[in-house]
């Protein structure tokens, strides 16, 4: 069974910089793409940056400039680095992956999401 591991949030000023981490366990050999959304209380969760397996980036528009998306395909790990954070980019950040082929194909994956919080 394919898993995906979160770690990296927590609390940080206005200003400064996470490094959100995510590791796709079990035995896989594709992964179409892999990406981090999230969710701030009250609000839709939404797509903040996804990057395929080819390296074709994208973002959110909020976040462009700030946050980069980078992907080690060996160890099936996607990162996120968060720089000049703000207190609306506060909220549960989830990992997804999608397409994932292992003992089975999985269509979407979802990891348990870690809290960041922008805060003074």
């Known amino acids: 069974?394919?898993?995906?591991?979160?770690?990296?949030?927590?609390?940080?000023p206005?200003?400064?910089?996470?490094?959100?981490s995510c590791a796709a366990s079990g035995r896989i050999w594709n992964i179409d793409a892999m990406g981090w959304?999230?969710?701030?209380?009250?609000?839709?969760?939404?797509?903040?940056?996804?990057?395929?397996?080819?390296?074709?980036?994208?973002?959110?528009?909020?976040?462009?400039g700030r946050f980069t998306i980078s992907r080690d395909g060996v160890k099936n790990t996607v990162y996120l680095q968060?720089?000049?954070?703000?207190?609306?980019?506060t909220a549960v950040y989830?990992?997804?992956?999608?397409?994932?082929?292992?003992?089975?194909?999985y269509h979407e994956i979802w990891g348990q999401g870690t809290l960041v919080t922008v805060s003074s």
């Open 82 to 89: 968060m720089n000049s954070l703000k207190p609306e980019d």
């Open 37 to 64: 959304y999230r969710q701030a209380p009250g609000k839709e969760r939404e797509l903040v940056a996804q990057i395929t397996d080819a390296g074709t980036r994208k973002y959110v528009d909020s976040v462009k």
């Open 14 to 20: 206005p200003g400064g910089s996470l490094r959100l």
């Open 94 to 105: 989830y990992c997804n992956a999608q397409r994932v082929g292992s003992t089975t194909w």
């Open 1 to 12: 069974q394919v898993q995906l591991v979160e770690s990296g949030g927590g609390l940080v």
